[in-house]
């Protein structure tokens, strides 16, 4: 099971962590990461981040948002900088781990102009 929070308000060029806590384990999860959904559009990967730290990013939030994690905390982070409007979506963390997908629950980011 997977817990996201650290969403909320802010104003353009401003700063969050989303923060992704597991309720087991994390070490042997292969691969997890951030999903963003923005309204009535499909659910779309913004980064990722495999058991050996290696990193991928969507183009558009490339060198703006850092993905990490943390085992022994069993916690995942996304810090996102220099937030924009576009960044507005529901974020979800994910997880996958010998053939399961984990989704924890969504956290909204608001950035305003």
């Known amino acids: 099971q997977l817990q996201a929070c650290g969403g909320g308000w802010v104003q353009a060029g401003e700063c969050l962590r989303l923060s992704c806590t597991a309720s087991e384990s994390m070490s042997s999860f292969n691969w997890m990461g951030w999903y963003r959904q923005f309204p009535e559009k499909q659910r779309e990967p913004v980064a990722l981040?495999?058991?050996?730290?290696?990193?991928n990013y969507v183009d558009s939030v490339e060198g703006q948002f850092y993905i990490s994690r943390d085992n022994s905390k069993n916690t995942m982070y996304l810090q996102m900088n220099s937030l924009k409007p576009e960044d507005t979506a529901v974020y979800y963390c994910h997880a996958f781990n010998a053939g399961q997908n984990y989704w924890g629950q969504g956290t909204q980011v608001t950035v305003s102009s």
């Open positions: 981040i495999s058991n050996l730290d290696s990193t």
